[in-house]
């Protein structure tokens, strides 16, 4: 099996910074693409940032310039540093990984529990 395990969410005035961190854990192979998507109260999950293992990324347009997502590939881990945070960003952080845990394995997509990020105005 595989783990996602996320941290670093918390409350924060608007205007803040905050740095969320996912660490992948169990039976890996290899990871490919990992990413951040966030979950909103009466809203969609949806996409927040992404990262290929090719380290090719792509944001939400409402996140472009603010937010940065990176990897350490060596330790299984993607952060998403989160700048210039506004009361819309407020919702649940999931972490994203598609991982291949053997060789002969298909590729599957694995999530982590979320973690609260809320900005105050």
């Known amino acids: 099996q595989v783990q996602l395990v996320e941290s670093g969410g918390g409350l924060v005035q608007a205007g803040g910074s905050l740095t969320l961190s996912c660490a992948a854990s169990?039976?890996?192979?290899?990871?490919?693409?990992m990413g951040w998507y966030r979950q909103a109260p009466g809203k969609q999950r949806e996409l927040v940032a992404a990262s290929t293992s090719g380290r090719n990324t792509n944001y939400a347009a409402s996140v472009k310039g603010r937010f940065t997502i990176s990897r350490d590939n060596a330790k299984n881990t993607v952060y998403l540093q989160m700048n210039s945070l506004k009361p819309e960003d407020t919702a649940v952080y999931y972490c994203n990984a598609d991982v291949k845990r053997t060789w002969s394995a298909v590729r599957d997509d694995y999530w982590g529990q979320g973690t609260q990020v809320t900005v105050s105005s």
């Open positions: 169990g039976s890996i192979f290899r990871i490919y693409a």
